[in-house]
């Protein structure tokens, strides 16, 4: 994207050019030259725009299934959304968490390969906190998981493995499931260093504490699917083909709906003075006569012409025709 100026600084480069302290040649010179971009070998990059579009797309999907999930569970607000999708290699990674984190590494068949959703201490303790009934706070000094806090974290992210399944379905009907948890990034090598990953992380908000979720998800195991994550096949898979069932309940709770039926005998105008002097046996004219047919209005909508009358003592109303827009203003 080109740079956009601002006024300042067109006028300084103006006012540059006419004290001749820039010259105009040299700038077409330095804009003709071919610019150089540094590449790095190492941090070669395997996602295309297009696919990590798709990617944020699901992973949107991901943390409001997240946000739901969670508030039910620890009963508190839980606030989710995806802060950024970046692809480097796995090395860099490993060096950009916390020594000390909770690395949830699971597979998702028939994938092949692990992924990892690495959770915030801060986060995964608030959890704890919350499960154990607490106000779900963080402990300012962070140890290693006790047995019975390992348990309990395993079962949390394990049932959100769940929606990480239902994020990806229209891509590929995968069954995610913990492979196993740790709390040292040093003891998990999923692929070699310099493999490619895309890295979604996630800015999560539990009560008042913050912190992020990181999905690694190396290209190695996403590389059979790569095709699906294109934007071609990502809406026309979107598109879903009409169930007949569901036209039929939707038919069923439509025909169910509650609408306001009115009939109005007339309308009359009188001044506010006249109003306040009415009394019992008064006499109100209304501008309709009683040859003409009323307007019968479905949800404040006129739409049939009716005759008053009774039906077992009953007030009702006869539905004589279908009202047309234009036809009331002829009479």
Partial sequence: MAEVLSQNEIDSLLAALSSGEMDAEQLKQEKTEKKVKTYDFKRALRFSKDQIRSL??????????????????LRTFVQINVASVDQLPYDEFIRSIPKMTILNIFEAPPLEGRMVLEVNPNIA????????????????????????????LEKIFSKALDHFNEAWKNVIECEAYLDVMETNPQFMQIVSPNETVAVISLSTKIGEVSGMVNLCLPHVVLEPIMPNLSAHYWMGHQKKSRDEGELVKLQQNVSLADIPVITELGQSTMTIQEFLQLAVND?????????????????????????????????????????????????
Avoid: C, W
Avoid at 57 to 71: D, G, V
Avoid at 127 to 136: A, I, V
């Fill in 56 to 73: 944020t797309r699901i992973h949107e999907n991901f943390a409001r299934l997240l946000t739901t999930y969670f508030s039910a569970a």
């Fill in 125 to 152: 303790y608030a959890m704890l906190d919350r499960l154990m009934g607490g106000r779900g706070v963080t402990p300012s000094k962070i140890d290693h998981l006790t047995e019975i806090e390992t348990i309990i």
């Fill in 283 to 331: 006499v109100i004219v209304l501008n309709q006569e009683v040859e003409q047919p009323l307007i019968v209005y479905v949800d404040h909508i006129p739409k049939f012409y009716g005759q008053p009358g009774t039906v077992k003592g009953k007030l009702a109303v006869q539905i004589t025709g279908l009202y047309r827009k234009g036809e009331d203003e002829d009479e």
